[in-house]
Antibody, heavy 119, light 113 residues
Framework: EVQLVESGGGSAQPGGSLRLSCEAS????????MHWVRQTPGKGLMWVSR????????SYADPVKGRFIISRDNAKNTVYLQMNSLRAEDTAVYYC????????????WGLGTLVTVSS | DIVMTQSPDSLAVSLGEGATINCKSS????????????LAWYQQKPGQPPRLLIS???TRESGVPDRFTGSGSGTDFTLTIGSLQAEDVAVYYC?????????FGGGTKVEIK
């Protein structure tokens, strides 16, 4: 069974950092692009970042560019999101998701991990 | 950025009746080289992550009931639920994967009347 499990969420102060992890199982991890998507009640779903199967191609959404870093360890079947200089507006549930190619739908999604940024 | 606009924001439908959700993109998501629309539909139930229903605008995913139908091309798309069942109560999102940043519609909440 294909499965994605996020971890690392929690509370942080503005300006702080968190590192999210997403462990994959049930498929050949290195063959897939991986994405981070966040969801807030007020602003819906927002794509955050993506990384290619070999880690050579990376993209970010403008609101997180320069603050967040996506990476992956194919030996550990895990994708990471290092979140620095956190802001209140980064508060959201963060999902990881898989896509077969750079431009493809997301399937499946993990259950998500909640990040709360507050003083 | 490609802006995805869904309508309506919410709708209430009687069990067994049909439901139609619209999604409009600010620019075409039809790629001329492969003649595919880079558009997906997801279903999200409370407390769950989104679930892929439809990809390439009209390709139903494995295990998705055939009462779910995706249609449209270019900039205008529709998700139709043929005969609403109780388990279809959810929020539905469209998603374009044509260009970066990848973007989603604001969601349509489907409830039972």
């Amino acid at each position: 069974e294909v499965q994605l499990v996020e971890s690392g969420g929690g509370s942080a102060q503005p300006g702080g950092s968190l590192r999210l992890s997403c462990e994959a199982s049930g498929f050949t991890f290195s063959s897939y692009w991986m994405h981070w998507v966040r969801q807030t009640p007020g602003k819906g779903l927002m794509w955050v970042s993506r990384i290619s199967g070999d880690g050579s191609s990376i993209s970010y959404a403008d609101p997180v560019k320069g603050r967040f870093i996506i990476s992956r360890d194919n030996a550990k079947n895990t994708v990471y999101l290092q979140m620095n200089s956190l802001r209140a507006e980064d508060t959201a549930v963060y999902y990881c998701a898989r896509s077969a190619t750079a431009y493809n739908s997301f399937d499946p999604w993990g259950l998500g991990t909640l990040v709360t940024v507050s003083s | 950025d490609i802006v995805m606009t869904q309508s309506p924001d919410s709708l209430a439908v009687s069990l067994g009746e049909g439901a139609t959700i619209n999604c409009k993109s600010s620019q075409s998501v039809l790629y001329s080289s492969d003649n595919k629309n880079y558009l997906a539909w997801y279903q999200q139930k409370p407390g769950q992550p989104p679930r892929l229903l439809i990809s390439w605008a009209s390709t139903r995913e494995s295990g998705v009931p055939d009462r779910f139908t995706g249609s449209g091309s270019g900039t205008d798309f529709t998700l139709t639920i043929g005969s609403l069942q109780a388990e279809d109560v959810a929020v539905y999102y469209c998603h374009q994967y044509f260009g970066i940043p990848l973007t989603f519609g604001g969601g349509t909440k489907v409830e039972i009347k």
